[in-house]
């Protein structure tokens, strides 16, 4: 394997799920002839090289076989196909607490939860009043555990695991262990491993987490790797293409436009699309700071007796709405029987996401609405910095060493006027 602490090839892991457990039985018998299961592939193809020293993130929906990838690196579970090598003692931190005996005491259960993860006598004993110490649990580790409190468990599995001061270590969602002051040192323990050169494989739902600590990630989708990049790269990617609602979601948040009887010829909207500003190019990816232009081209065949304004706005994959712009906003109505309205956005605010961009039409008041459209083409904004949130707000900072606050100046007042 040379400089890679990490190496798997074609990983698979195939699980076989029957209707009914008789199904199992019954195939039995007949000794595979009849197939009593359909096949589920939680994971396939997944090929990884990992260099000693380096940060793995890996990000996902539930369901992506994330969990089931890191069972099989730590051998809790063997591939259906490929092979998995790991140079080094291996440590991991999946599930917490898992193992522990409820009848031991925290002070037994750790130096069995110590030797399971491959510690020896000797070095089980030199450990334990770091294990005691980091845990925080005071007279309660010469307990049984089943006097514990769920988050006294998940502190004293998490000194256990991170006492073992592995060469991989294997991390699975665990910095919400206990309360903050806990969770602080937990991060900080998980960063000291990193600083001494061990490898580390994070699975986490927390983008922002896998951004901080990974150098690199990869996406699983479906139990396979749709991308591996720096975590900045795969992180921005998966926030701006998972879980992206399809057109009739749209259509269903924005309601469907009132119909009068009688209405006969009304405002229509022809066209929307979005451009790249002062280009032909439609475009529907693009970067946070780009310039835009939305192009609306209406039909008013009475533009004397029904005069409209024109709004645009951006619905985020998951119906946030983000803005939302009107002629009617800036005193503008619409004129003539047809032509184009064009909504220019010099520098896009918006951060990674999906977002789909409609256009509605208004009467004069910005009430009625006569007409609306979404642009058949969703806007995918591809952030490659490490900002999180909605938009990228413009900004700067001033620091001011020294300076109290406004309280602290009322209060030293206060105490003034009483002297």
């Not at 591939?79 to 031991?104: Q, Y």
């Not at 929307?272 to 439609?282: C, H, Q, V």
């Not at 706005?313 to 712009?325: I, M, P, Q």
Request: aromatic share 8%; net charge positive.
């Amino acid at each position: 394997m040379g400089r890679f602490a990490l190496e798997a090839v074609d990983l698979g892991k195939c699980y076989r799920l029957y209707g009914h457990p008789v199904g199992r039985i019954l195939e039995a018998v007949s000794r595979g002839r009849r197939k009593r299961h359909r096949e589920h592939w939680a994971l396939r193809d997944v090929n990884l090289k990992l260099a000693r020293g380096a940060t793995l993130g890996v990000v996902g929906a539930n369901g992506a076989g994330k969990s089931t990838l890191l069972r099989i690196l730590t051998g809790v579970t063997t591939p259906s196909t490929g092979v998995c090598r790991i140079e080094g003692k291996v440590g991991s931190l999946l599930e917490l607490g898992a193992g522990f005996h409820s009848s031991f005491s925290g002070r037994d259960n750790a130096r069995m939860n110590a030797s399971i993860l491959g510690l020896n006598r000797s070095e089980i004993e030199a450990r334990l009043p770091a294990i005691e110490a980091f845990a925080e649990i005071g007279e309660f580790f010469d307990r049984p555990v089943r006097t514990y409190s769920s988050g006294m468990a998940m502190r004293l599995a998490f000194s256990v695991a991170s006492a073992l001061e592995p060469d991989v270590l294997l991390v699975d969602e665990v910095f919400a262990v206990g309360d903050l002051h806990f969770q602080r040192k937990c991060v900080e323990r998980i960063f000291e491993l990193k600083r001494r050169g061990t490898t580390i494989v994070f699975c986490s739902h927390s983008l922002y987490d896998v951004r901080q600590l990974c150098d690199e990630a990869i996406w699983l989708r479906d139990g396979r790797v749709v991308e591996h990049a720096d975590a900045v790269t795969v992180t921005n990617d998966y926030a701006a293409f998972e879980r992206s609602l399809d057109r009739i979601d749209v259509e269903k948040v924005l309601a469907e436009v009132p119909r009068a009887a009688g209405e006969g010829e009304r405002p229509r909207i022809a066209d929307a699309r979005i451009y790249r500003a002062g280009t032909e190019e439609e475009v529907d990816r693009i970067a946070p700071g780009d310039g835009i232009e939305v192009r609306v081209w209406y039909r008013n065949p009475d533009p004397a007796r029904t005069p409209i304004h024109v709004a645009v706005g951006f619905y985020r994959n998951d119906s946030t709405l983000c803005c939302a712009d009107s002629t009617e906003f800036a005193r503008l109505l619409v004129p003539g029987r047809a032509g184009c309205v064009i909504h220019r956005v010099p520098r896009v605010a918006l951060l990674s996401g999906t977002f789909h961009v409609f256009a509605i039409l208004f009467d004069e008041r910005a009430v009625h609405r006569y007409d609306q459209l979404i642009c058949r083409r969703p806007l995918v904004v591809l952030n490659r910095g490490k900002d999180v949130g909605l938009f990228l707000q413009d900004h700067s900072w001033e620091v001011r060493p020294g300076e109290e606050g406004p309280a602290a100046a009322a209060a030293e007042a206060g105490a003034r006027a009483r002297r």
